[in-house]
């Protein structure tokens, strides 16, 4: 059974860092492109950005608003996909997803979702 | 960026009925088009990915359609548990993008 355990959210001021986890068992790790994703309070989905696996590069993109804050890493002997967030705006409070992306680029397994909170 | 548009934003429907999602996007994405579900306060469900192909487990209820610009969530028969909001997602190119979802409410 595919599972995906995020950890690492929390309460923490505009301006500071925080670093999320994302434990992954049921498949294999090392040959999956994994992704996270956020919903913010009364918002829809948001993709936040994706890396690749160590075949295809293992490179990484991510959408405009966190571009340059945030960096997503992966640890393949830990089967561990990470966030590190940075520089953290209110505008960032959100329960963050990882998921595991599919053969057809699809979010084919997800997280159970931890919240980040920004705030003062 | 493509931008993806589903409508209606929301809706009322009763058990039993028939309901369609149409979603749109600013350029060709190919069959790049998946479904997801989300009730309140759980992690999103993959229901159908590559615009057709049903995700194991889901039911055959649920159907998608279309390619290029235009597509179609279908639920042929609304159940109890379908009450929930539905977004799209293109993966055709980054950053990837998710429509802003429809809320399915009961009638």
């Known amino acids: 059974e595919v599972q995906l355990v995020e950890s690492g959210g929390g309460l923490v001021k505009p301006g500071g860092s925080l670093r999320l986890s994302c434990a992954a068992s049921g498949f294999t790790f090392r040959n999956a492109w994994m992704s996270w994703v956020r919903r913010a309070p009364g918002r829809g989905l948001e993709w936040v950005g994706r890396?690749?696996?160590?075949?295809?590069?293992?490179?990484?993109d991510y959408a405009a608003p966190v571009q340059g804050r945030f960096t997503i890493s992966r640890d393949d002997s830990k089967n561990t996909l990470y966030l590190q967030m940075n520089s953290l705006k209110t505008e960032d409070t959100a329960v963050y997803y990882c998921?595991?992306?599919?053969?057809?680029?699809?979010?084919?397994?997800w997280g159970q979702g931890t919240l980040v909170t920004v705030s003062s | 960026d493509i931008q993806m548009t589903q409508s209606p934003s929301s809706l009322s429907a009763s058990v039993g009925d028939r309901v369609t999602i149409t979603c749109r996007a600013s350029?060709?994405?190919?069959?790049?088009l998946n479904w997801y579900q989300q009730r309140p306060g759980t992690a999103p469900k993959l229901l159908i990915y590559?615009?057709?192909s049903l995700q194991s487990g889901v039911p055959s209820t649920f159907s998608g359609s279309g390619s290029g610009t235009d597509f179609t969530l279908t639920i042929s028969s609304l159940q109890p548990e379908d009450f929930a909001t539905y977004y799209c997602q293109q993966s055709s190119s980054a950053p990837w993008t998710f429509g802003q979802g429809t809320k399915v409410e009961i009638k």
């Open positions: 890396i690749k696996t160590r075949t295809d590069g293992g490179t990484t």
């Open positions: 350029q060709s994405i190919s069959s790049y």
């Open positions: 590559a615009a057709s």
């Open positions: 998921a595991a992306v599919g053969g057809s680029l699809q979010f084919a397994y």
